[in-house]
């Protein structure tokens, strides 16, 4: 198995600033100075132990690029891109749309490195330069829709790679799926009716984006039902989660049939992420890669490429994201991860009746999804 | 209202070390060097919120003392103090018990200032000095049994309190509540034969100790009935807690009739906390605070203390811990809590039938709780 | 002797940023964020040692409050006050002149609380509310010129509550002495023509500004004679500031019969700052605040006030400002410093003949100096 | 031009701990808990410097390894390597030997790997596979002696390395140069008796070690003269250390005629360095380079490896460092260094007369250098 990996330090030069978590410090609602939730430590640490575990030596670097403005309008709007390019002029720096999501002067260089990082990733595994791969990048990208940036994503990484590869390599079938614990909502609007993208997007129900992400959202025109949602309740664990993977999303890439795998890999979903209440542990990632592993090589000839997003526990998302890729790089005798059996020990992480019931609920939307001209 | 309030900086300098949230750094087990989820910032980072918001004016100081041998004693094994002034005593620090809970050379005075800083404050509250207070100390103490610490926990602050003041004051009847997010068992083992102290936990099931806090226990000897458990299961919101104070804690304190409350104030339920998964913003501790005044009101004279414990998101637990200590305070114009619309918009957060599930089982375990020599 | 402290947590959220020392951080010219070398630490860091060390239950603490408008207009311009205003209205905040000295949203009101700050100390020295006394504010205050800030520096806090007593009480004779390692540039603009206002700053040869703090800097017009600059070779221990405290400054106040003693407390002449290259350890802290005690009790009945400026190292400004409030206080039994011994073993500390030869061309200078009216 | 480049992020794991600066943390000494000087945000930010400025991409990378038992006990005494293993096992770590040097468990393979790194480099610059080379290794090695490490070193990396290429490759005359501001003690320690091996160490007199450094020592025995000491007053800039290397570094190493020139590189000596006080900018270290390149081009065939020793300024080490490493590589566009007008701008960095009377007693000492059985 030959496993891409990108990784590029200025990821972590990525800059934003010293907002106390979410907000801008200002003293007069009473809000300290501090670190951005998204900050550069959990992709810099993942980089590390990817280092120092030794994994490193199992995985072939492949060098980001920026990417152009060809390529981001594959997706944005040029108002976006303008407005990206003018916040990155200014002294200091700009927002890449919410209020919530600052970047540095010259941010947007780091900002076209890390779509243009996984562009190159995903090229390489369409040609078989490497058999699938994992791009930790930063800044992430899975809320920027077209029109603008959100939720600490500047630009639509995974979708602009998509897009990308299918115009350069001409790559028909997609299926995408994101298991970041928040809405996949940039990458579901890039192809919402567009059938030959399948986006499944498995979170935690209303988080973020508040009010998207729900059963309901199936796509539109000639797209209908070719955009899944899986909100899984507050508290879900690996029972849920794995549950999902067997009764909903294997089975709907399955009957999709896509010629290339794509994964929004956050890690926000685990047992100890400060932005969600989800109970993953790194077993649980290394399974549902695992299973994609799986499900992509029946389909896709095992191209699945995997782009970093979310995650904001410094300490854990590095053995989550370590076991995703020794998974990806076949590893079969992985690093032990210290913190599973205290994160993983919660009590409820199995399986319970009214994730059953959430699931119950999409999976009779497999049926609308077909193979395209291959059925 | 006068409002007690102890806090003294030196709480700050309690050395956790370089530990990667829990365990000790070492890369040959890739745990990269960093900082324990337990270090000062989040209590320092409330107390300054206490200054600049200008609630500190409101605000009656308490100065802590040094619990002495004889008071530690009360809840302590010898052994365990003799533990604690050996690691003290050790150039590099000791660790409180469980190899999760690291102290710096000195800790045991630190660890005194907490405990006596919350004997300070009951005393005072007992008094009639103050009406009611809040005691921001650190290192924590629920976890902390008579014969080891454990948790993070050194000393068992809050129950060394209540027999402190028992024995110095003669106060009879004492109900705990313990809204950390984890067991308090410390403290309920510090009264588990003790029918004249009501423990109260209210806590994510089975998240630390991982196989404690179940409904199940209950108490032994005179004291059985005498502790109440009620494990609410992950994902856990306003809607959830809420009923429990209704259905559960109000009611139990109401048939027990308290000569003083006290609680052990923990902000790790919290809707962005690292370490549970539960979902509570500052306007649930606010309500949470205002029906405990209430009760305290009836039946103990508005006697209620607060001493500080878990609570591991920097950014959001000066917010939570505001809102206590204006509750607390009476304040009627409490700053606005910015995070409360993205914290606190996530789905599900309102009650579910699962967690009504929990409650109908500890519903029926308030009838064991007599008033005493009172009924 | 009755000792004022000055402190308001909100100092320590005046938001300097993730620039890199001095720079915005921006890939594209290598700087990778960071913090600004003016950051809350080494001021948060003394105040919590006053605290720890019990030093603070000593002094008696002045409450800093808002400089209004036109207390800052005594020094500054109507331009400036509406280029920091504008700043502080801004969501990205602004900077306060040089490109180096960012404030962030709502950073005005903690500029007025510095400077307001320096002002009600000096009041109550004046009014003899207190013998002596020390304001440790944030953001610093000695390089603000009249026309715009710099240095770090949004207002200059000192020379406006020197103009502010002025007025207020009628304050005739005001020596003020600037031990920060740069050089008091501003302090010495605001009163450089005036013969009542002695300003002596004593910093290392041309480090910020770059081209100032000349000795032919003597003051102009009727102020000719009354500002004094001793620009210290790089390297001088307390060797060559003691010898200047004997040869130059007490002389020098000594001639002038000053009403009150204000000094501008920079830490940076230690000998581990990073923005420069003395050799100060906090002994020579001690013995220069001992001298200009004395001083002041020989003149302006003791009254001598400072404000804190500079000083870079988080480690040890700490012990450095302890042991001149300790020194303010008449404290008889000092915390030892611990790291004295290391800092101060470098060798050639001592007086070295080309620091005498400075000292040489300031000692004629002191001949200018009158007494005013009372001569 | 090819240039070897050792690096490994498991030296940003060196774990040193919650010292403040010096010491261990203590509240009793009024030390608050805080982080080493040496931590490892200095390397850290170099090499990511190294890699975003594109400098990686004209660099050799040469993997470091594990320097064996039998490596270090080429310098080392069997005493000391206990010492050390029985720290590394130690669930809380060790120290190096003076207190001030620590540890975490594990952290003898660290110390292994900075010194395998060194000697992975040396030999293969000493093979010819690259022409010179920089080991960014850590922790460091110029303080260790052989019966123990000190001054924040566990192994005398580069002593190590010169006597296992003097083994293994049979090199014979080996010089080395020593620019870290502290004294190179341990290396001048390990060859004070060999007349092969010409140290030369340039530094602060009397900073570090407190007392060693003198020009008296001059090597001992059969080594009498092969050891020179430079110890330049305080507050010497790029005048006082290009004249160094003019009439003593460069010519003593002409006169020795080596086979190959090693460098203990720190970058202390730079005008923003906490520990030391000197003011040399990058273009100094870039110039120091130029030189040492030039000589070993005249005697050893061009043989220069440079292992990476002290500097404390997170922000200017990086640029210092990649000037240096940019020279070795013979680059013809170098980044700017945005701090150089600033921290270069002080007054008197040029020559100064005091610094000249140093070099005068230290010039005649070259007399008695020989160049062994060339001669
Ligand atoms: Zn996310
Ligand atoms: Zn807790
Ligand atoms: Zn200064
Ligand atoms: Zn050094």
Not at 323 to 328: G, K, T
Request: with cysteine; net charge negative; glycine share 12%.
């Amino acid at each position: 198995m030959t496993t891409g990996y990108v990784y590029n330090e200025v990821f972590g030069w990525h800059d934003t600033g010293t907002n106390a978590g979410l907000f801008p410090a200002d003293h007069r609602l009473g809000i300290q100075p501090f670190q951005h939730f998204e900050n550069a430590e959990t992709k810099r640490r993942l980089h590390e132990l990817v280092v120092v575990s030794g994994l490193i030596d199992q995985l072939t670097p492949v060098r980001p690029r920026k990417a152009t403005d060809e390529e981001i309008l594959l997706v944005h709007t040029e108002e976006h891109l303008a407005r990206i390019q003018a916040g990155s002029d200014h002294p200091k720096g700009g927002d890449s749309g919410d209020g919530l999501s600052p970047f540095g002067p010259g941010g947007i260089e780091i900002g076209r490195l890390a779509a243009g990082g996984v562009i190159a990733l995903v090229e390489q595994v369409v040609d078989g330069a490497v058999d699938n791969g994992y791009a930790l990048v930063r800044p992430p990208g899975h809320h920027a829709v077209p029109e603008h940036g959100m939720g600490f994503c500047m630009f639509a990484n995974l979708a602009i790679a998509a897009k990308a590869v299918r115009r350069s390599r001409g790559v028909e079938r997609i299926a995408i799926v994101d298991w970041d614990v928040h809405h996949g909502n940039g990458t579901q609007a890039a192809f919402y009716d567009d059938p030959d993208t399948l986006t499944i997007s498995i979170h935690q129900d209303r988080v973020f984006p508040p009010d998207t992400g729900l059963v309901e959202e199936r796509g539109t025109g000639a797209g209908e039902g070719y955009a899944l949602n899986i909100p899984l309740p507050p508290g879900t664990g690996h029972g849920g989660y794995l549950a999902a993977m067997d009764r909903v999303i294997a089975p709907a890439i399955d009957r999709f049939q896509p010629d290339l795998v794509l994964v929004a890999s956050g890690f926000d979903a685990n047992a100890a992420d400060p932005l969600a209440r989800q109970g993953l542990t790194s077993s649980a990632y290394r399974t549902m890669t695992e299973r994609l592993l799986e499900v992509a090589g029946q389909h896709a000839g095992g191209r699945l490429a995997m782009s970093h997003e979310g995650g904001y526990n410094p300490v854990y998302v590095p053995f989550c994201g370590l076991a995703v890729i020794e998974a990806l790089a076949g590893v079969t005798e992985p690093l032990a991860d210290p913190y599973e059996p205290i994160f993983g020990g919660m009590g409820q992480l199995e399986l319970q009746p009214h994730q059953t019931a959430l699931l119950d609920q999409v999976v009779p939307l497999l049926d609308a999804i077909g193979s395209g001209t291959r059925a």
